[in-house]
């Protein structure tokens, strides 16, 4: 009896992904009939790092008009008389090179190291550091007791830094610098780079923060070039980089504006050499299958964002993403714990009394994106909520957005003390666009959310990414909340809206920094003991390996505690551990 065929194997179908509509005006693009100057009052009020104030001081400064030319000659000229090799190279000083040498030049740097705060230690180091060993180049002419064999081994060194010295353009001066290898020319305002004037043999150069906004130059750069930096600039036009010199194998787009990450690893897959990347700061850097794009579009790379690149992470060459996962992203806000809360009094009947954490971002205000691209700076009274009742009393609203509420230490000994503080809601004032909530969780010592507590949908890449470059406020609330009933008939009732009473345990500030899509989450911790607002970042640990207990713990003898090793008691202090993070596709 012939045996029976085989069935054929049925083919499960593909799970259907769920995916949010992602319109036209979510994008990363300014239409064109969006007020002029709407992205400016978009970013009004934002608490930017330390890091990014910088940076967009820079960033102004190069976006003016009629920026007075200044070539590299005079830079470099400008340099080196703030520096200590000026006085090397006067002829018409009263000083020989001896004397300067053995006199002036330690009285110089003493008065440094031992009177100069540390602003100006920061700044004789910058002055000084356009080359490697400028002490050797002038001993080198004391003991030859020649200024003009200072000038000329100045013409043969290998590195040089023109940094922050507002120049616009290179010239014929460089040329004379035929050993160059590495030339550092950040912090500057060059457009353009004239690559004719570069040295033959240059292998590495430096452009961060500048102007330059196309990287057309890039076919006539020096072949033996291996390290470009671009970052902190204006790209977001990137097809010219495919025909970058063969060898490069660093290349550094930090911080531009790029957000076509299929354009920008098309471009790139062309140079056979290229083992380390830099993408991250750019708004495609912060899409859902940002890494595993690149690591597949681009199998020979080793290092991306200052990360080494493992076999685990290329799970497979060939994946083609969604095109919804390379323009949006899932952002999450996770409390991992708050810890050491007084317990609030007994509610009155009909109260309910709950805990929830509050984050702001102001710039993942869709709404208010919306409403500001096509309006001048009329009052947002038009998207104001409608009055809910009228016998609502002004003198009651509270502003307590953007306030702490300060106890008095001795007083909040009192535990049943710090709620007695409670404040009515102003259910009117704007603040659902820009304010997220957690969910509402019941007191304990230690206190658990949902996770993620925030979840946001985020299509507009770039406001996420400038997300990432901002001050954060996160508020700890706790919320009492009464419904009372009316009657209004025999049998008939009806709810009044509920009345929230209200008060802030906690204020926290936020600095976050940019995403590692190595990284699930950015940790940071905060606690009442750091008399401070600011929360610390914890670097690459995680705090949800951490355990703690409400019973007591103690240490054996003779071994010492490893933290995250054992459980830890509960803090008596108020604690609060959360961490910022976006959703990649693994």
Aim: glycine content about 4%; hydrophobic content about 35%.
């Amino acid at each position: 009896m012939p045996p029976k065929p085989k069935e054929p194997a049925i083919k499960k179908l593909a799970t259907q992904v769920m995916r949010p509509s992602i319109s036209d005006s979510s994008l990363n693009y300014t239409p064109c009939d969006a007020v002029e100057g709407y992205e400016e009052r978009i970013e009004t009020g934002i608490d930017w790092t330390l890091a990014e104030e910088a940076a967009r001081h820079h960033r102004e400064k190069c976006r003016k008009k009629n920026i007075p030319v200044l070539p590299f000659s005079e830079a470099l000229n400008k340099k080196i008389q703030k520096s200590i090799l000026h006085g090397c190279l006067n002829e018409n000083s009263t000083l020989s090179l001896k004397e300067y040498w053995e006199i002036y030049l330690p009285m110089v740097i003493w008065d440094n190291e031992k009177c100069s705060n540390e602003e100006g230690k920061i700044c004789f180091n910058s002055i000084n550091s356009f080359t490697d060993d400028l002490r050797g180049l002038i001993q080198k002419a004391v003991h030859r007791d020649d200024r003009k064999v200072l000038k000329r081994e100045l013409k043969m060194v290998n590195v040089l830094r023109v940094n922050d010295s507002e120049m616009t353009e290179l010239d014929e001066e460089l040329k004379k610098y035929k050993n160059l290898l590495t030339l550092n020319l950040c912090g500057n305002f060059i457009s353009d780079v004239n690559a004719n004037f570069l040295p033959g043999e240059l292998k590495m150069l430096e452009l961060r923060a500048n102007r330059i906004n196309s990287v057309t130059f890039a076919k006539h750069l020096p072949h033996s070039l291996v390290y470009l930096g671009l970052s902190r600039n204006f790209l977001s036009n990137v097809e010219a980089l495919s025909k970058l010199p063969y060898n490069i194998s660093v290349l550094d787009l930090s911080d531009n504006d790029i957000c076509d990450l299929a354009a920008v690893l098309h471009a790139l897959s062309a140079l056979p050499n290229l083992d380390a990347l830099q993408l991250a700061g750019n708004p495609c850097s912060v899409s859902t299958a940002y890494a595993r794009t690149t690591l597949a579009r681009l199998p020979r790379l080793q290092w991306l964002d200052g990360r080494e690149v493992l076999p685990s992470d290329r799970r497979d060459d060939s994946f083609e993403p969604h095109p919804d996962d390379l323009r949006s992203v899932y952002f999450n806000f996770t409390v991992i714990r708050i810890m050491g809360v007084l317990q609030p009094p007994k509610a009155d009947k009909g109260a309910v009394t709950a805990f929830h954490v509050e984050i702001e971002l102001p710039l993942l205000d869709s709404t208010r994106r919306r409403f500001l691209m096509y309006r001048n700076n009329e009052s947002l009274i038009e998207i104001m909520p409608p009055p809910e009742d009228d016998d609502w009393s002004s003198p009651k609203l509270s502003s307590f957005g953007n306030s702490k509420m300060v106890v008095d230490p001795e007083v909040s000994s009192n535990e049943s003390d710090i709620y007695n503080n409670l404040q009515p809601k102003n259910s009117r004032e704007i603040v659902h666009f820009t304010i997220f909530e957690s969910n509402r969780v019941q007191w304990n010592k230690i206190i658990n959310f949902q996770e993620p507590a925030v979840r946001i949908f985020c299509p507009n890449l770039i406001a996420l990414r400038d997300t990432f470059r901002s001050v954060i406020t996160i508020r700890f609330v706790y919320t009492m909340t009464t419904i009372t009933k009316q009657k209004t008939g025999k049998s008939a009732q009806s709810l009044k809206p509920p009345g929230e009473q209200r008060v802030i345990l906690a204020t926290i500030k936020c600095a976050l920094k940019t995403p590692d899509w190595s990284q699930p989450l950015q940790y940071f911790h905060w606690d009442d003991t750091l008399n401070t607002d600011e929360a610390i970042h914890w670097g690459d640990g995680d705090l949800s390996v951490l355990q703690y207990t409400q019973q007591l713990v103690k240490t054996p003898k003779g071994k010492a505690e490893e933290p995250g090793s054992v459980k830890q008691s509960t803090p008596e202090n108020l604690t609060c551990h959360f961490g910022f993070g976006i959703e990649t596709l693994k």
